[in-house]
């Protein structure tokens, strides 16, 4: 299996070519996995276009994360944003560069035949993150040939394939589960199949083309509600919080930072709002806090919390902590 860099580059490319309005300086934007090939992709587009290229050394965490006022502030007419689909309203032009894995979808279709067989499933909700959204059509037809029937939902505003998942919105699973008796999630990592797991009551199983297997999620589901029971129960003895506002558009949520400052209060406790682009325990070692709730993307919390010296919740865990709901009742953030 392989990343088709040159296929997103390409596509940029003819993208750039096609605008009336010729760009001068162009804002190159690549997830952290591309940086090896960043300066060659600059070059390509600088070739093409006869415009300059100025390549932004920042981290990219997705779509949420697009670097529009920044390539204004710097003076670029144009914004390529590679690895991620459309979500925002953007300020200034912005090209949407795919990047997706080519794999051979017939090995991994049947695999996900033998599993569902197994498992005696017939109907199925199929998703993907967006380097895969495009072979779903593919693996569906597979399926139906052999009996299966899948469904690949339509999501809401922020989603721009269908069957596409982000870490913060399932509604594409939502629109395509009624009649289904699981979800298989096409993709590598489990963020996005244990936010399914926690959004939706079916079960959830992972077909993923970089290991080559398909498999059920829910030991995975039970290790993590252990790993966040026990970041919960040491919050509960949290007198200080901190409360973290991420100023990226596409995680900000003040308002609901206010909310849970007030919630905060109410409990007899304090709580400090905090305000960052990136989100790390560093840039927070000099405050005085003995947990944090992080109303930016969810992953931060739940991926990354390994990274804090002190419990790093979300606000639905927050909801736990005060006995507002049960552990059994647990629910990944998320954005329509």
């Known amino acids: 299996m392989r990343l088709e860099i040159e296929k997103g580059v390409q596509s940029a490319i003819r993208q750039i070519k096609a605008l009336k309005q010729k ?6 934007q690549v997830p952290e996995g591309l940086k090896t090939r960043a300066l060659e992709i600059a070059e390509q587009i600088e070739k093409a276009s006869g415009a300059e290229a100025v390549i932004f050394s920042d981290p990219c965490f997705g779509a949420c994360d697009l670097a529009d006022a920044r390539a204004r502030q710097l003076g670029a007419d144009l914004l390529v944003h590679f690895g991620h689909t459309k979500m925002l309203i953007s300020e200034l032009p912005v090209i949407y560069a795919p990047l997706s894995y080519e794999f051979d979808e017939n090995e991994l279709a049947n695999k996900i035949i033998a599993k569902l067989n197994e498992l005696s499933y017939k109907k199925i909700a199929l998703c993907a993150t967006a380097q895969y959204a495009e072979k779903l059509n ?10 299966i029937r899948a469904e690949i939902g339509v999501g809401g505003k922020r989603v721009a394939l269908a069957g596409q998942v982000l870490g913060c919105n399932y509604s594409a699973v939502n629109s395509a589960i009624k009649d289904a008796d699981a979800i298989v999630f096409v993709g590598d990592g489990l963020f996005h199949p244990l936010g399914i797991s926690f959004s939706i009551s079916k079960p959830v199983l992972i077909a993923n083309p970089l290991a080559e297997r398909v498999e059920e999620l829910r030991q995975q589901r039970s290790m993590f509600l252990r790993k966040r029971y026990a970041a919960v129960a040491l919050a ?3 007198k200080i919080f901190g409360i973290i506002a991420s100023t990226k558009r596409g995680q900000l949520n003040m308002r609901r930072a206010l909310e849970i400052k ?30 944090l709730v992080c109303t930016a993307c969810p992953r931060i919390a739940l991926d990354d919390s390994i990274l804090f010296k002190i419990p790093i919740i979300t606000p639905n865990e927050l909801e736990v902590v005060f ?10 953030e998320e954005l329509q």
């Not at 760009?23 to 190159?28: D, G, S, T």
């Not at 593919?138 to 009996?147: C, N, P, T």
């Not at 919630?263 to 947990?291: F, N, P, R, S, T």
């Open 236 to 238: 509960k003895d949290a």
């Open 262 to 291: 007030g919630e905060i209060e109410k409990e007899g406790k304090k709580a400090y709002l905090i305000a960052g682009d990136l989100v790390k325990m560093e840039y927070l070692l000099g405050m005085q806090l003995d947990a």
């Open 138 to 147: 593919g693996i569906k037809k597979i399926l139906g040939k052999k009996g």
């Open 23 to 28: 760009p001068k300086l162009i804002a190159v």
């Open 323 to 332: 006995g507002k709901r049960s552990l059994e009742n647990y629910k990944f």
